[in-house]
DNA sequence: TATTGTTATACTCTATAACTATA
DNA sequence: TATAGTTATAGAGTATAACAATA
């Protein structure tokens, strides 16, 4: 049983970086105006977290405040994000996406996805089951608190 | 059918960034004198390919050639790596690990390994069963000429 | 001339520290 | 005092350009 568990594990370690790599390499592609992963990302979770605070933003991407203060200034620059002050705690942002904002990372992800529905369609229906289950026993495992809405801050 | 094909392209394109970014983490906060991930794979590469040339091995790893010849002296001013000149083209240069290079490589790899596995040990035998197949089956996709796969060796 | 590698230089990304404004 | 965010500055990592040595 043990060694079950190591060899998967080891499996992990080999293939997922192989399979970013990948994805990285072709999403790095096609951006059109220069939109680092880290800033994809950014737009990704103010798209699901409407009106996100920068500090809120600072830890699901990983980056320190300033590090994406001046990543969010570019992205703001580029009129990819808006940038207000929060009504009910003004020392804070409310970060929003333009429609442009939307656009531009609805326009990447469905390039990448497009990717890599070409590279998984000649697999069978099963292994496609295989991998579909599998990247939700992943998801469970490694995406923990994604869902830290804004509606439900402040709980201090 | 092409709604599989898509709905699991989506599922892989949201769930290997997130374990990436875990397994990333997880090995800068292991690496005890700052390897770098590309340095990482540097070692890793040159140890599959004794006595590489910094050409072969910048291609690998997708760098230009200055920017790996800056990481190689890096990973020489460490002792990790030595660099002699290659007798049959005096050109070229001849990279190899020494011991502590391979003690350091092998430490990186256990102590992601060992955090992968106890991600993971909660899981049931199916499910790891499942994770295990669809890693095959993903590897074979996204791994085709990559030399690199033997570095993860199975172990204990 | 072409190839292998190094040096010089610059840019991007991210960090830490110090600051302002608000709570 | 504590928290949210910005500005200033520095370091790591990588790129392009120009160069030296060898083929």
Redesign the pocket.
């Known amino acids: 049983m043990s060694k079950i568990i190591e060899d998967t594990a080891r499996q992990v370690l080999e293939t997922v970086p192989a399979v970013m790599r990948t994805i990285r390499a072709e999403f790095r592609s096609q951006r059109s105006r ?1 939109l ?4 994809f990302r950014a737009l990704a979770y103010i798209k699901n977290n409407d009106g ?7 830890a699901h ?14 992205l ?1 620059g580029r009129g990819l994000v808006t ?1 207000s ?11 929003q996406l333009t429609d442009t904002g939307k656009n531009e990372l609805e326009a990447a992800y469905d390039h990448t996805q497009a990717f890599l529905v070409d590279k998984i369609s000649s697999l069978a229906k099963e292994d496609l089951d295989t991998v579909s289950r599998s990247m939700q026993i992943l998801k469970s495992l490694f995406i923990a608190d994604h869902s830290e809405k804004s509606t439900l ?1 402040t709980k ?1």
Not at 85 to 95: F, G, T
């Open positions: 220069d680092s992963v880290a800033q996100a605070s920068l500090s809120s933003l600072a991407i990983g980056l320190t405040l300033p590090s994406m203060s001046k990543l969010i200034d570019g703001v940038r002050s929060d009504r009910e705690d003004r020392r804070k942002i409310c970060l801050k201090k």
